[in-house]
């Protein structure tokens, strides 16, 4: 076998002379995964793998291949004056030198590298690796270190927790349980970012980072209205006909609320502040809707009072509906 640089770069690629452009990148490709230093386990794997980079620059590019072909370059990508009429035994020295100096192989840069049509097999690690591979390009140039895939993740939190911030376990896809700080005032489906705690990195980069999304528990007997929270809060018919203080819960302690005499069923009392956060330095209130339950063993007075009030003070309440 003769040196690295002079073998010829179709055998190296293992393509004819007629092939196309796309047979010479598709050759290029495969010795590029299956001898990548930092991918391959194949012995002299960095030897092949900069032969056959070395084969690609110059069949890759139009105009170098073109030469090649015409003997112009050798495998190096080097000019040859050898067989140049003037050039050959006997020849004048200084008419050698003179027509090398005239002699102009532009192909943008140094010989063997990227060519004047923007020719960089850089561009194939881009396909093979995601473009942020390790690997060192055939010119020497190093990408930066892959960084490892993000992962998503998903937990749960009470409304309690959503509003005063709260400790909550998550299990990510990675293996790994881990205990996050879900913050004060979070709405649904905001996300967490934690870094570093995402897919390791195949080529020894950074991981990837772990997006877990926050997701609020319906709650027992909450309901979210944007800022404001609603309760139905379940009264007895004498108070609402003679008016009363109850206890009403809240996100935080329970606190007293008056009731008014004489309300109707479905009114609505509102507890300022007692809601969700507003996101600037407020927050929301809480509306409570009375709701009148009637006793379960006190049917016959109720149709007693019933017959009474319907006979004294008959009203249409549904009045107006058409």
């Not at 194939?124 to 690997?135: H, N, T, V």
Request: proline content about 7%; cysteine-free; charged content about 30%.
């Amino acid at each position: 076998m003769g040196s690295l640089e002079m073998r010829d770069p179709y055998l190296i690629l293992g393509v004819p002379k007629g092939a196309t452009a796309a047979d010479i990148k598709k050759a290029f490709r495969r010795l590029a995964k299956k001898y990548h230093p930092d991918q391959s386990t194949e012995p002299k794997a960095k030897e092949k793998f900069s032969e056959a980079s070395a084969a690609y620059e110059i069949l890759g590019d139009e105009k170098k291949r073109g030469a090649f072909d015409r003997g112009e370059i050798d495998a190096e990508g080097k000019p040859k004056f050898q067989g140049f009429e003037g050039f050959g035994g006997g020849a004048d020295p200084r008419r050698a030198g003179a027509g090398a100096e005239h002699f102009e192989f532009n192909f943008g840069g140094r010989p063997g590298r990227g060519g004047a049509q923007g020719f960089d097999p850089g561009d194939i690690f881009a396909d093979l690796f995601g473009g942020r591979a390790g690997a060192r390009q055939p010119g020497g140039q190093a990408h930066a270190p892959v960084r490892g895939e993000d992962v998503q993740a998903s937990v749960s939190v009470g409304l309690a927790d959503s509003v005063h911030g709260a400790k909550a376990r998550v299990s990510l896809p990675t293996g790994r349980d881990l205990e996050i700080s879900v913050p004060a005032g979070i709405e649904e489906g905001k996300q967490i970012r934690l870094k570093g705690q995402g897919q390791p990195s195949p080529q020894g980069g950074p991981p990837g980072d772990a997006i877990v999304t926050v997701h609020i528990a319906k709650h027992p007997f909450f309901r979210v209205e944007g800022r404001d929270i609603r309760l139905d809060l379940p009264i007895t018919l004498y108070e609402a006909v003679l008016g009363a203080k109850v206890n009403v819960p809240t996100l935080e302690n329970p606190v007293e609320l008056g009731i008014p005499a004489g309300s109707n069923g479905a009114r609505t009392l509102r507890l300022r502040g007692k809601g969700l956060p507003d996101g600037k330095s407020g927050r929301g209130d809480l509306l409570v809707s009375l709701k009148i339950v009637l006793p379960d063993d006190a049917k016959d007075d109720l149709e007693s009072l019933a017959r009474t009030l319907a006979g004294k003070h008959a009203y249409d309440p549904r009045k107006g509906l058409g």
